[in-house]
């Protein structure tokens, strides 16, 4: 692997080949982080992915991140709060 490169913002950043084939490491990146908050995260997304626990739809404040999603258009979360907020209209 070659040393780090710095990027335009200043941070360093490990870069591998451009071309990567199955099981090839393409990019290391070191950040600081809560442990305990990315337990929890990971924890939860293994738990989605397991089938352990049903999907959660994002906080109201953040529906624009739906707009990036491949199941938008047919998400339950989504039709349910659209469904409230109209009875919260009558």
């Avoid at 950043?13 to 199955?22: D, L, M, N, S």
């Avoid at 090839?24 to 809560?34: A, E, K, P, R, W």
């Avoid at 109201?60 to 258009?73: I, K």
Wanted: hydrophobic share 30%; charged share 35%.
């Amino acid at each position: 692997m070659k040393p780090p490169e710095k990027t335009p913002n200043g941070s360093m950043e490990r870069t591998g080949p451009k071309v990567a084939r199955a099981g090839d490491i393409v990019g290391v990146t070191t950040f600081s982080y809560d442990v305990e908050m990315l337990d929890d995260y990971l924890e939860s997304a293994v738990e989605f992915w397991r089938g352990d626990r049903e999907p959660r739809g994002v906080e109201v404040e953040e529906t624009w991140r739906c707009e990036y999603c491949e199941f938008s258009l047919n998400c339950e979360w989504r039709e349910m709060k659209a469904g409230l907020k109209g009875e919260d209209l009558r």
